[in-house]
């Protein structure tokens, strides 16, 4: 755009040439915000008064090369294209507002650069233009692009699409595009499952001499939309670059393999709602679409503008005639022309009666961005002439001076003002339009082909990192082919909690396999890379999605195995007590006086004791029981074995001293019972001493052994010595066994080694089983494995040396006497 920013009385009206390149006839509403711009500032008597802004409008018809040379023509003073030359009608540029994509606004900012001219770009630009040593007169009435792609990317996490296409641009931005984009999503576990460019799309001529579109298509991109299985495909470029793309995606409407419907997420330079086509096609295929866009406010009185807009006002304008023609059907008849056959247009067209594929009366961002760009530039006209003014009067001087474009730059920075539509425009140090907000706008058809742009989300920059991204999935119409469920777009299908995903070989990351979860391991995401351990007071539900906490347990009184076993405890005691009765009754007998009365009666309390202990492992650990149990038990046992030893030996040398001159006779007698007693039990007694006074046992924590139990149990404190223990018992009772055994042939009508070896048989079988079934048991049943040996060995003792007395004494009082007893052996009684 040209300016000539002087005073109305002095020269022409100020004139604004503008560069407008367009791909399809929307962009002619860049036009009219160019329009309503100036017509607004032009009314404003408060912004440039006495000075008038114009305008004129340049198109490239898609060919770069005409780039420079109208760039070059808007260098001219003169109608001719002479630069450097002052000849002819004075015609000087305050500003360029254009191009419509980056490789436009790179070729006319290489020109204008040199010459100081200030551009204002509204379309998109590469990252090396906000270097601002590269292009120091170049501004940029866009956002800086990036946040929008990091928005782009939020999206992507948000809706968790990690397996993605990529189509961009056929040119260097394209590329940079794709480069970029790919670095920061393979960051992040997004995998782009190809990246394909846009169809080129140029002019040819056709036989009548008229310019005509044809496009060609690289790849086999349409081959590559039908197979793979990503349903979210980012397409980056402007408009223009799309109309490829949407070509190449109409030529399968009629083939048998056609693409089926993606969510399709562009940038906000691009659009797909261009009509094309006469059924517009492409408004009902890329329903469901999301794009970005720049944030902004309805601009007032705009739409009424466009309402109100009369051609016949600008009908020296060749681009709106060529509109009216084509959206219309008529013909507006310029000054130059004289009335054809063609229709005429009557000044009853409405711009808002054209449907929004050919017009939308909602300021697009690129309108919007021309129409900030007009402001920018009068605020900046506008600041700089009141400092020449204020200039002029100090030095008394009231002579016109001209326009230097190089002095609108320093103006032109720190322009800040607010627009009508109430957002703030300044430029930043890169020379960037100061905003960081995009909103996400969903695209929505119906059935008469007409649609709407439904704001859904919004990407704040300025908010903290994880809350940049604010959007309503509720209100997201997502293309029909997924029946309004949130679309998937992943290589594999998600690995649900519980389970872990494993990479398959030579592929991306977002391809693997789903596998179960270790035993004892969860997972609580989904896709999730590796399973975790549940802390020690918790376990892995059924699911394995979590941890659920333990429950506390330990052989109680209070379940069906505790009940049994206390029964089966008290019952024994009870039946020992009553035997050790009944022998006290009947101690007179030749049967209780016989093998030394006394050592019967402590071999049954001992017993007695041995039940009673068992009741001691029931019920929950607790320091005291922990510390009593295994010592009480080792010691209790080591008494009752004891007692059995001596009874053995007793019979022994009873049975050999009745040889006459034995040797042996001397130590019959109750003595020697007492000591070997005494002696057997000492040593069990300091084993058991040792142990607490070195590693006593201690209330412990299992939470290992039991799948989603907490076992409350006795740590042994030292395992050598509880098998020392029970070594030592094994020693005595296998002693005992020993001696029974040797002497289970001594005549005799009532032999008690035979009883004895039967016995020790019995306690011997009990406690070489208890080894490896105490080993193999866990939780509670470890317990309840020892409680049922020390009843079983004890009332194995009970059954196997007192049953035959008792039967004796209460059925057979007849066999209880003396005679009966000694009936083939003289045998001395010891009692």
Request: hydrophobic content about 40%; overall charge positive; proline content about 4%.
């Amino acid at each position: 755009m040209g300016i000539y920013p002087e005073e109305l009385f002095i020269t022409p009206p100020l004139s604004f040439s503008t560069f407008v390149f367009q791909s399809v006839r929307k962009n002619y509403q860049h036009i009219f915000a160019l329009h309503f711009a100036v017509d607004e500032i032009n009314k404003d008597v408060s912004l440039l008064p006495n000075i008038t802004l114009g305008f004129q409008i340049y198109e490239n018809l898609f060919q770069p090369s005409v780039n420079y040379d109208v760039t070059l023509s808007l260098l001219s003073e003169g109608e001719r294209a002479f630069p450097n030359f002052k000849c002819g009608k004075r015609k000087k540029m305050a500003a360029v507002i254009g191009g419509l994509n980056a490789e436009m606004s790179m070729q006319i900012a290489t020109i204008l650069g040199l010459y100081h001219i200030p551009q204002l770009t509204y379309g998109s630009f590469k990252p090396v233009i906000y270097d601002t040593s590269h292009f120091p007169f170049t501004y940029q009435m866009f956002p800086n692009e990036s946040f929008q792609y990091e928005g782009i990317v939020e999206l992507l996490k948000y809706f968790r699409w990690i397996w993605i296409g990529l189509i961009v641009s056929n040119d260097n931005s394209g590329e940079e595009f794709a480069q970029n984009l790919k670095a920061v999503l393979n960051d992040i576990g997004i995998c782009v499952a190809f990246t394909e460019k846009t169809p080129l799309m140029f002019l040819v001529s056709s036989p009548q001499m008229t310019p005509e579109f044809n496009f060609v298509s690289t790849g086999n991109l349409l081959m590559i939309l039908h197979k793979t299985k990503a349903n979210v495909i980012v397409v980056h470029g402007d408009t223009s670059s799309l109309q490829g793309l949407i070509m190449l995606l109409y030529t399968q409407k009629t083939t048998v393999q056609k693409v089926k419907e993606k969510v399709w997420i562009t940038s906000t330079h691009g659009d797909f709602t261009s009509k094309i086509f006469p059924d517009d096609w492409n408004i009902k295929y890329f329903h469901g679409s999301l794009f970005m866009a720049i944030h902004k406010n309805t601009v007032p009185g705009f739409r009424t503008f466009l309402h109100r807009y009369d051609p016949y006002q600008h009908k020296d304008s060749l681009f709106m005639r060529q509109f009216w023609n084509d959206a219309f059907s008529c013909t507006v008849i310029n000054s130059y022309e004289t009335k054809e056959s063609r229709k005429q247009c009557e000044r009853r067209e409405n711009l808002g009666s054209l449907p929004g594929t050919v017009f939308e009366m909602s300021m697009s961002d690129q309108s919007y961005s021309i129409y900030n760009a007009v402001y920018a530039v009068a605020h900046a006209l506008h600041a700089m002439h009141l400092q020449k003014q204020t200039v002029r009067i100090k030095a008394n001087r009231l002579a016109h001076q001209g326009l230097n474009v190089w002095e609108l730059h320093p103006f032109l920075k720190k322009t800040h003002f607010n627009n009508s539509a109430g957002n703030e425009i300044f430029f930043n140090e890169n020379l960037e339009l100061q905003s960081g907000s995009y909103d996400i706008v969903n695209l929505v058809s119906f059935p008469n082909t007409s649609f709407i742009r439904v704001r859904v989300g919004m990407v704040d920059s300025q908010a903290a990192f994880d809350q940049r991204l604010h959007i309503n999935t509720d209100v997201i119409q997502w293309p029909k082919a997924f029946n309004q469920t949130l679309p998937q777009s992943m290589c594999s299908e998600r690995c649900h909690p519980g389970y872990y995903r494993k990479v398959r070989k030579e592929e991306q990351s977002c391809c693997y396999d789903c596998f179960r979860c270790q035993k004892r391991m969860i997972s609580k995401q989904t896709d999730a890379y590796k399973c975790y351990k549940c802390p020690d007071h918790k376990h892995p539900n059924k699911d394995q999605d979590s941890c659920i906490s333990k429950v506390l347990t330990f052989l109680g009184y209070n379940e069906l195995l505790g009940i049994g076993l206390a029964a089966s405890a008290f019952s024994f005691s009870l039946l020992t007590t009553i035997v050790l009765l009944t022998f006290v009754k009947h101690r007179n007998t030749p049967i209780v006086k016989a093998n030394n009365r006394d050592l019967t009666y402590l071999l049954l309390i001992s017993l007695l004791l041995c039940f009673l202990c068992s009741l001691m492992f029931i019920g929950r650990p607790s320091k005291i029981t922990c510390l009593l149990r295994q010592t009480a038990f080792g010691n209790v046992f080591s008494l009752a074995l004891s007692c059995v030893l001596a009874k053995t030996i007793t019979v022994v040398l009873a049975f050999r001293a009745t040889n006459p001159g034995n040797k042996m006779r001397k130590w019959v007698g109750k003595s020697l019972p007492r000591y070997l007693i005494l002696l057997c039990s000492i040593v069990q007694v300091v084993i058991c001493a040792i142990w607490l006074g070195t590693s006593p046992p201690f209330p412990d924590l299992d939470m290992v052994s039991q799948t989603g139990q907490i076992v409350v149990q006795c740590n042994e404190g030292s395992e050598m010595m509880f098998y020392t223990v029970l070594a030592y018992m094994g020693v005595q009772a296998l002693v005992s066994f020993t001696m029974a055994y040797l002497a289970r042939k001594l005549p005799s009508t009532f032999n008690e080694t035979k009883f004895i070896t039967f016995s020790m048989l019995v306690f011997c079988s009990v406690w070489v089983t208890f080894i490896p079934t105490y080993l193999s048991s866990k939780g509670k049943y470890v317990v309840a494995v020892e409680i049922f040996c020390i009843l079983a060995s004890s009332a194995g003792l009970l059954s196997c040396i007192f049953a035959p007395k008792i039967y004796i004494i209460l059925l057979k009082p007849n066999m209880n006497t003396r005679g009966h007893l000694f009936k083939n052996n003289s045998c001395i009684q010891s009692h």
